[in-house]
């Protein structure tokens, strides 16, 4: 944890589960427990599971020239996000490269919070607030509980009155066992799942209660790196982990376009003005690769970083990868080169321990009409 400058109010109960609190983002993060994955992992897809993702940082913006600031920084156009919904987006800079992504919470007319991962969203939100009316804080207070999976709603249902009503990326200012807090119907799962912002202080008497009361039912503490598993399954990206960042072109500096990277759904349609947008739609159809899923033979997941070929020419490399005990599948996130980023494409892994044969898919492997974390009642 040397690179750590943040901390969890929860780092001792991660300790008691065998954690050792690796880096991530600046704060000590649990990306081991004393205990197989593979349950928690079947725990979120099947009941439910409960994560401390505090890493994720939190910055809240007010004023009235928030809405601008947010307008200028990222992708999404911010009238359409009302008090008390939210929206996925992403930053870029002026070469039109993704830099971060993000979720905009809008708490009041003039009122935002936008939580980030490890880019340089915080960067590229001061950038844009120069010379305006509008204050930055950034809160490592807050503190993040996610508690996803198929049944965490009937669990938060006997406590949150009007939870079945949060509609998917829509949050509520609520109070949970007598603590205030906004439960947000977001993750990284791909399930139904809800986020709990709270104070720090109040985080660990939420994690023992829910882990308590919640246990007949199924629902375990999880750790931040079964997510890796869930991820893969419901083309969840994670930076810098599948970018050019850690996958560097050949005479090139980092960066990838959003084309290239499948999240060009984030820009609201007709939107201009924003941080790269020139470039972001310059660069239409001038693809350098594609990320796209591969599907492998057998039981053997694919290395990390694992070389693709097909017909003995590397075209690509694989970024994340899990075998699902669920469905019995070996399956992984890939760059692939654009021509090999087509259903059915024949390909090759190269482990360190031997080749496995593949085939490319399109992602998501999971659920691609999204209708489990979408659902009603």
């Known amino acids: 944890m040397t690179a750590s400058w943040r901390f969890s109010t929860l780092a001792d109960r991660h300790r008691a589960l065998g954690s050792n609190l690796e880096d991530w983002s600046g704060m000590g993060t649990a990306w081991t427990y004393d205990k197989d994955a593979d349950e928690e992992y079947i725990a979120i897809r099947t009941k439910a599971g409960l994560m401390d993702v505090s890493g994720l940082k939190k910055v809240h913006i007010t004023g009235p020239h928030a809405s601008h600031l947010i307008d200028l920084a990222t992708t999404r156009d911010v009238e359409k996000i009302y008090p008390g919904k ?28 936008v939580v980030h991962g490890s880019g340089t969203g915080h960067e590229e939100l001061q950038r844009a607030s120069v010379g305006r009316d509008v204050s930055l804080r950034f809160d490592d207070n807050l503190h993040d509980l996610s508690l996803q999976g198929p049944t965490a709603v009937d669990y938060l249902a006997k406590h949150v009155p009007g939870i079945r009503d949060l509609n998917y990326f829509h949050h509520m200012q609520t109070q949970l066992f007598g603590f205030p807090v906004m439960i947000s119907r977001t993750g990284y799962t791909g399930e139904r799942g809800y986020e709990i912002f709270c104070r720090g202080q109040d985080a660990g008497t939420i994690w023992d209660r829910i882990l308590d009361e919640g246990k007949s039912a199924g629902i375990i503490p999880c750790r931040f790196t079964t997510l890796d598993m869930l991820r893969v399954e419901s083309y969840l990206l994670f930076y810098p982990y599948d970018n050019s960042q850690k996958y560097p072109f050949d005479n090139e500096g980092p ?23 020139e470039e972001h739609y310059r660069l239409k159809r001038k693809e350098r690769f594609k990320i796209f899923g591969v599907l492998l033979d057998g039981k053997e997941p694919a290395d990390e970083g694992a070389p693709v070929y ?25 760059r692939l080169d654009v021509d090999c980023a087509v259903k059915d494409t024949k390909l090759e892994i190269r482990n360190k321990s031997g080749s496995i044969k593949a085939t490319a898919q399109p992602l998501p492997f999971d659920d691609p009409k999204k209708t489990k974390r979408t659902a009603k009642g």
């Open 86 to 113: 939210s929206a996925y987006a992403c930053m870029l800079n002026e070469a039109g490269k993704f830099t971060d992504d993000c979720i905009l919470y809008r708490t009041g007319p003039n009122s935002w919070m």
């Open 255 to 277: 960066g990838d376009t959003l084309w290239e990277l499948g999240l060009d759904f984030t820009v609201s349609p007709g939107k201009t003005g924003f941080r790269g947008a």
């Open 310 to 334: 097909r017909d003995g020419k590397k075209v690509g490399v694989v970024t994340c990868a899990m075998y699902s005990p669920l469905v019995k599948k070996s399956m992984g996130i890939a």
